[in-house]
C-alpha cells in the first residue's frame, strides 16, 4: 500500500461521521424539518408534510438540528418560536437561517409557530426571516395554509430556482 493510500485510511478512520444524517432521505422526495417539541403539534405538522410528499426529520434539540443543516438543504423548515430555549436566550435555529447566505436561504421555505403573531402576516414573517407564521391557535389549519403557501412560493421562485440551476449554483 502506498504512502496516500495509508494517509486517505487513516484520515477516513478518524472522521466522524455521525453528525451526517442522510439515512434518511429519499431521492424522490422533498424534506422537511420540524423543530417543535409539542408533540401533538409535532405529529399534525409531520402528517401535514407526509401527505404533501416530503420525508420528514424531527429534531429534540436546537444543536441536532444545527447538525442536520449543516449537511442538507430542507425544502421546508418548520420553527416553533420557543423551539429548545430558556426564557433569555436567543432560537438558534432561526438565528441560523438569518445567518445564511440567500441563495441558500431560498431554497428553504420556512415557517414560523408563533403565540404572538397573526397567521399570514407578511410583513412580521419578513422582520423574522421567515417566509411563513402560523399563529398556534389556529395550528388545526396547519395542513391547508402549508399547501397554498408551499404552492405560491414554488411559484414565485420558479424562475430564481431555474437560473441558479442553469449556472450551476444549485
Same mark, same amino acid.
Request: with cysteine; charged share 25%; net charge neutral.
Given at each position: =500500500? ?10 477516513? $478512520? %478518524?472522521? &466522524?461521521? /455521525? ?27 409531520n402528517n401535514s408534510l407526509i401527505e404533501l410528499n416530503y420525508d420528514t426529520v424531527k429534531p ?8 442536520? =443543516? ?10 416553533? $418560536? %420557543?423551539? &429548545?430555549? /430558556? ?61 397554498? $403557501? ?21
Amino acid at each position: =500500500m502506498s504512502a496516500e493510500q495509508k494517509a486517505a485510511n487513516t484520515s477516513t $478512520e %478518524n472522521m &466522524d461521521y /455521525s453528525g451526517r444524517p442522510f439515512g434518511y432521505l429519499s431521492p424522490d422526495k422533498e424534506t422537511a424539518m420540524i423543530c417543535v417539541q409539542d408533540q401533538n403539534t409535532c405529529a399534525l405538522i409531520n402528517n401535514s408534510l407526509i401527505e404533501l410528499n416530503y420525508d420528514t426529520v424531527k429534531p429534540a434539540a436546537f444543536k441536532e438540528a444545527l447538525r442536520y =443543516m449543516r449537511f442538507h438543504i430542507f425544502d421546508v423548515i418548520v420553527v416553533d $418560536e %420557543n423551539f &429548545d430555549i /430558556s426564557v433569555l436566550e436567543v432560537n438558534q435555529v432561526l438565528n441560523y437561517i438569518e445567518n445564511l447566505v440567500m441563495p441558500i436561504r431560498r431554497q428553504s421555505f420556512v415557517v414560523l409557530l408563533s403565540e404572538i403573531y397573526p397567521t399570514l402576516d407578511s410583513m412580521r414573517a419578513y422582520s423574522r426571516s421567515v417566509n411563513l407564521i402560523i399563529n398556534k391557535k389556529e395550528i388545526a389549519d396547519a395542513g391547508i395554509i402549508l399547501k397554498k $403557501e408551499i404552492a405560491r412560493n414554488k411559484d414565485f421562485y420558479f424562475l430564481f430556482k431555474t437560473i441558479i440551476r442553469k449556472f450551476g449554483k444549485l
